[in-house]
Structure formats: structure tokens, C-alpha cells
T-cell receptor, first 108, second 115 residues
Framework: AQRVTQPEKLLSVFKGAPVELKCNYS??????LFWYVQYSRQRLQLLLR??SRESIKGFTADLNKGETSFHLKKPFAQEEDSAMYYC??????????FGKGTSLLVTP | DAGVIQSPRHEVTEMGQEVTLRCKPI?????LFWYRQTMMRGLELLIY????????DSGMPEDRFSAKMPNASFSTLKIQPSEPRDSAVYFC?????????????FGPGTRLTVT
């Protein structure tokens, strides 16, 4: 069975501080993992996917198959990073299985 | 392209009434997904279609929920009769086709309140 766990419902950091949003998954095969973000009053949108190994808006995420984790990191948080972040997994390339989300609040 | 379009954006109804949510996917996208978002359960997949055919409806919570996709540019999610626990934000998303690991494009959502 597929499962995505985001242990933190709310994460509050100061501007300029490093931020790490945790994501753990369980899947028997080779999953594809994503981070989606929902800014206030905006649509849910893709932030990054592990297969691309890209950095978007300063965020990176490394797939650690040994720890079954896909944590999202940014060295210096900005106020505009405040949003709801969802980790998601797909094993078949079809539907996404989302975690329950972490609300990130960056305060000045 | 305006992206995925959903209507209405907000719906308030009384328990027992029928509710119909609508979605127009991005033109050319062959796969469509319906999700439900609640505080307790987060984002849950309800059903998805490929080429207008339902592929997996195992996430549909009860027989009160039904979804159709009569053509490539339109889908509905119907709840009959509605109950207060159905209150949630319902999202529709589309992708060009199944089989790839591409981005899903989400609509703005419909916020449903059942009193």
C-alpha cells in the first residue's frame, strides 16, 4: 500500500532561517515523488519532482530510499514561502497519493 | 488557456439536497482526477478518468457520490443526498495522459458547505 506521512501540521520559522519540511513514504516499488504547494488563494501547483533533480525557488528535495524520505529543504526561508506544502507519491504514474500537508509560516 | 475550470467556486446547501460540481479540464488533456480536501484527512483521491472512462473509483466514499465524464471537456461530481460531513473543498485536476510522471494541473476548487 502507498502511504505518505508528513509529521508536522504546522512549521513556523523566522525569515532567513533554514527550513526542512519532512516527508516519509511507504511503497513497495519505485515511487515517483513530488512536492506541491498551495499559496493563499491560489491553486495547488507543482513545486518540484524528484526525477528532475531540480531546485525551484531555492527549494530542493532528495529522495532517500534507505530512509524512505523526501524532505523539502531551503537554506534561507522567505516570507513569500509561507504556504501549504504537500508531499505526494505515485507508483504507477497515475493518481497522486498526498500527505496531509504542512503549513509553513515564515515570520519576519 | 484558462487552466482547469471548476464551478461553482462556493456552494452552500442543506442536508439532503443534491449537489453537482463541475469541471472542465485543460483542452487536450486526456485524464481527469477528482480530489477532496478536508482538515482531518488532507487531500484524498476520489476517482479518475482516462479518455472519459472511469479507471479507479475506489476512493469514492459512498454510493451517494457519483461522477461522470460525458465528453473530453466536461466532468461532474454529484452528491445525492448530501450530508454535513461532505463539507470540504473538492478539486479537479487534469494531465495530458496516463503513463507519464508529469505534473497534475489543478483547478481552483469548489468549497462545499452542507448545513
Amino acid at each position: 500500500a502507498q502511504r505518505v506521512t508528513q509529521p508536522e501540521k504546522l512549521l513556523s520559522v523566522f525569515k532567513g532561517a533554514p527550513v526542512e519540511l519532512k516527508c516519509n513514504y511507504s511503497y513497495s516499488g519505485s515511487p515517483e515523488l513530488f512536492w506541491y504547494v498551495q499559496y493563499s488563494r491560489q491553486r495547488l501547483q507543482l513545486l518540484l519532482r524528484h526525477i528532475s533533480r531540480e531546485s525551484i525557488k531555492g527549494f530542493t528535495a532528495d529522495l532517500n530510499k534507505g530512509e524512505t524520505s523526501f524532505h523539502l529543504k531551503k537554506p534561507f526561508a522567505q516570507e513569500e514561502d509561507s504556504a501549504m506544502y504537500y508531499c505526494a507519491l505515485t507508483g504507477s504514474g497515475y493518481a497522486l497519493n498526498f500527505g496531509k500537508g504542512t503549513s509553513l509560516l515564515v515570520t519576519p | 488557456d484558462a487552466g482547469v475550470i471548476q464551478s461553482p467556486r462556493h456552494e452552500v446547501t442543506e442536508m439532503g439536497q443534491e449537489v453537482t460540481l463541475r469541471c472542465k479540464p485543460i483542452s487536450g488533456h486526456n485524464s481527469l482526477f477528482w480530489y477532496r480536501q478536508t482538515m482531518m484527512r488532507g487531500l484524498e483521491l476520489l476517482i479518475y478518468f482516462n479518455n472519459n472512462v472511469p479507471i479507479d473509483d475506489s476512493g469514492m466514499p459512498e454510493d451517494r457520490f457519483s461522477a461522470k465524464m460525458p465528453n473530453a471537456s466536461f466532468s461532474t461530481l454529484k452528491i445525492q443526498p448530501s450530508e454535513p460531513r461532505d463539507s470540504a473543498v473538492y478539486f479537479c485536476a487534469s494531465i495530458p495522459d496516463l503513463g507519464g510522471f508529469g505534473e497534475q494541473y489543478f483547478g481552483p476548487g469548489t468549497r462545499l458547505t452542507v448545513t
